[in-house]
């Protein structure tokens, strides 16, 4: 596998980060993951636009432009002969003896790597996709795609302990979102319901591409937190993000959601989501 570093494109075994890189000591950093199907990036725009607030967030200069970026990442794909799978990029505040504090003027650190697997087809889509909920332990500021991870981390140990696919992150008695997807619940009355924007939550790339589907089919989106009682009598229940694109959920904690298979309305949003992303719409 050919994985870029810093401007240049190596083999993974001899790429390399120095020690006293921030993302390694602080999480100084922020991430990236884009979609590839058909050796395309999918709605790849957006990931560079939330990229670069992400950078400005916390004060690190974007060191590309985003035809630069494109550039980058198609070399990659190409130079790995990527037909499906994920492309990641890092880029963290850069390299100085370790101190809270970082000399002016540092050079960010940029990482990028290709992640070959199926997309479209998962194992959990057939039956949907279990989630537990756990309490959200993450900072103030998840609306910035921090390399910070380590509470996400501790969801996902959760949900493979309990034999599950995802787990959903609460707080105050409502949803914030999955530990690395966009949650969503569609009502007894047919609303697709999800969080609104704020600084509780990641804005999901595909939860906006979803977003604009929905408004599309003439479908009723409504912004608002849900509670797990109200996931639990949902009629059906979702999540999204860059590597599961729409993924129903069958059970929450347990408990079986709508019939305890994934939902109409969830595989049309999935199939429409695909055919959109392929159209390079
Ligand atoms: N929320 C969190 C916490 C995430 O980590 C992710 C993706 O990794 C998402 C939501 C979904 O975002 P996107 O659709 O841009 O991949």
Do not use: C
């Not at 050919?2 to 020690?19: C, D, H, Q, R």
């Not at 756990?134 to 981390?153: E, F, G, M, N, Y």
């Not at 009723?220 to 059906?236: K, Q, S």
């Amino acid at each position: 596998r050919i994985v870029y570093v810093n401007g240049a494109f190596l083999p993974i075994e001899t790429a390399s980060i120095p020690v006293m890189d921030r993302g390694f000591l602080f999480g100084d950093g922020i991430y990236e993951v884009t979609a590839v199907l058909d050796g395309h990036l999918i709605d790849n725009e957006p990931h560079l636009a939330r990229l670069e607030r992400s950078l400005g967030e916390i004060d690190i200069p974007n060191p590309h432009s985003r035809e630069a970026w494109t550039e980058i990442q198609q070399a990659l794909v190409a130079r790995n002969n990527l037909s499906e799978g994920l492309i990641y990029l890092e880029v963290t505040r850069g390299v100085a003896e370790r101190d809270f504090l970082s000399p002016a003027g540092l050079t960010p650190t940029v990482v990028m790597f290709t992640q070959a697997k199926s997309v479209r087809t998962s194992a959990a889509l057939a039956k949907g996709a279990a989630v537990i909920t756990v309490p959200d332990l993450r900072w103030a500021r998840r609306d910035i795609k921090s390399t910070s991870l380590l509470a996400q981390v501790l969801a996902k140990r959760a949900a493979a302990a309990a034999g599950v696919n995802e787990a959903w992150m609460v707080e105050d008695g409502t949803v914030t979102e999955g530990a690395s997807s966009t949650a969503f619940i569609v009502t007894k009355a047919g609303e697709i319901v999800s969080r609104p924007l704020s600084h509780a939550v990641l804005p999901g790339v595909t939860r906006r591409a979803v977003l604009r589907l929905v408004a599309e089919k003439g479908l009723t989106f409504v912004e608002r937190p849900f509670t797990v009682e109200e996931a639990l009598a949902a009629e059906e229940a979702f999540f999204t993000s860059a590597s599961s694109l729409v993924m129903p959920v069958t059970s929450i904690d347990g408990r079986p959601i709508g019939g305890g298979s994934p939902g109409p309305l969830t595989r049309e949003l999935r199939q429409l989501y695909i055919e959109a992303a392929l159209e390079g719409r």
